[in-house]
């Protein structure tokens, strides 16, 4: 049964879809979240200790392909193009998030990459450091830089003590830039790196602000995270990101617990209302990408995750996908689940009743004895996946740090049911047709 969170969403709720402007939030439930489980069909391969590192000065972790508009590949005189984040070897591995930039790397085969630097002036980008994005090239030429811009994590000694305990203090702001782009034998060049603006903060509302989170929070804010999507069905274009829930939707409501049979006989433990993530999305006004409506959220975990990672869809004719990454450490009390690449599925609009994928959630599940083998799952629109080697063990129980692109898994997604169905090589991307298509 669908439990409407406002009154106009219940004038709406029998078709089961709602139009963007709508204040309908689905939730991820904690009678829903009680069925994560590896299954055959969503566990990951485990990868080979003896992996090679894409680019040996610097950590690599989550990553992006640039693409165009319309959601597919980017080709660039022949080139496929990929950003990620970065961070020199001389950091820990802790450390990185820290020092985080993003990288540029190029590839003729999407399979042999070249690292090609940091492609902007830091000292123009905002933000301490520049966390995860996605990157649009438009049919202009323009190259449009989507990322976090993020506060210094170790200002004023970098924890706080709030009524939670300790958390970390990191502001993030949604920034864009752009470049003009072009390619030749000595490979891609951004050039003409435009002005760094600032595109969207937490309002408060439907999105934690940092000095609500000072007051009430847990772990660490989110903020972050843009990705740039056009639905395919209607047109439209929107930024969505990884948020955590505001002033109006803070509270563990019916629908984050489950039905009213569940209800009845579940406890939510007291702790579990500092776990408020949501999927965040506003709507793009003009053609540059740097007006947006903020809208009320697309999915939340309140009472059940704290972290909806790096959101983004896959559509395939009417149904949608949203997925997210999310960790073992943030589900709530009471509730587990693997490092993983979780999946939403739900019919007719981007905004609907999304229900788990598989009946677990599960897209993509670090295996049981590999759990934090690999991280930061991104499918791309025809199912490939790209994700990065965070930290795998060895027979020794031994920690490898990697910080490097994981092997390509290809996921079929079909109805309400997913499968991985292929590993293909570290960091191959091959192209990929626009949103509801793939190329044969
Ligand atoms: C996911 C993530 C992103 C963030 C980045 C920071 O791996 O937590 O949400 O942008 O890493 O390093």
Not at 98 to 114: P, V
Not at 349 to 358: E, H, Q
Request: charged content about 25%.
């Amino acid at each position: 049964a669908i439990l409407a969170s406002s009154l106009t969403s219940i004038s709406v709720a029998a078709s089961s879809n709602w139009s963007i402007e709508d204040d309908y939030t689905a939730s991820w439930s904690r009678q829903q979240a009680e069925k994560v489980a590896l299954t055959e069909e969503t566990t990951a391969p485990i990868i080979d200790l003896d992996f090679e590192d894409v680019a040996p000065d610097v950590w690599v972790w989550d990553t992006w392909p640039l693409q165009n508009r319309d959601g597919s590949l980017a080709n660039v005189k022949g080139y496929r193009i990929a950003f990620a984040l970065v961070a020199p070897r001389t950091y820990t591995w802790h450390d990185r998030h820290t020092e985080a930039r993003i990288g540029m790397f190029y590839s003729k085969n999407g399979k042999d990459w070249t690292y090609a630097g940091i492609p902007y002036d830091y000292d123009n980008a905002l933000g301490h450091m520049q966390w995860a994005g996605s990157a649009m090239l438009d049919e202009k030429g323009k190259v449009h830089f989507f990322y976090t811009a993020t506060s210094d994590m170790n200002a004023n000694g970098g924890k706080e003590f709030n009524q939670d305990g300790w958390v970390q203090r990191a502001e993030q702001r949604l920034a864009k830039t752009t470049f003009d782009i072009s390619a030749d034998k000595n490979g891609v060049h951004l050039t003409n790196e435009g002005d760094h603006q600032i595109l969207l903060e937490a309002d408060g509302h439907h999105y934690e602000t940092i000095e609500q989170f000072q007051e009430h929070g847990n772990i660490i804010t989110g903020f972050r995270d843009p990705f740039f999507f056009k639905d395919p069905n209607t047109g439209e274009e929107y930024i969505i990101w990884e948020g955590q829930a505001g002033t109006n939707r803070n509270d563990i409501k019916p629908e984050n617990i489950g039905d009213k049979e569940y209800r009845e006989s579940h406890n939510v433990p007291d702790h579990a209302k500092f776990y408020n993530g949501n999927i965040g999305i506003a709507k793009v006004l003009d053609n540059d990408v740097t007006k947006l409506e903020i809208l009320p959220p697309l999915l939340e975990s309140v009472g059940v995750n704290h972290q909806l990672e790096r959101p983004h869809v896959v559509v395939k004719d009417d149904t949608y996908y949203l997925l997210t990454i999310s960790h073992e450490f943030t589900f709530a009390p009471g509730l587990t689940g693997p490092d993983g690449l979780y999946g939403f599925v739900g019919e007719g609009s981007l905004r609907t009743d999304y229900k788990p994928v598989n009946g677990t959630g599960l897209v993509v599940a670090n295996p049981a004895e590999k759990p934090f083998q690999a991280y930061s799952w991104w499918a791309a629109p025809d199912g490939q996946v790209i994700s990065f080697i965070n930290e795998p063990v060895d027979e020794n129980g031994q920690v490898k740090f990697g910080g490097t692109f994981a092997p390509t898994l290809k996921v079929s997604f079909d109805g309400d049911k997913t499968k991985i169905v292929k590993e293909m090589q570290a960091g191959e991307i091959k192209p990929f047709g626009p949103y509801g298509r793939s190329l044969k």
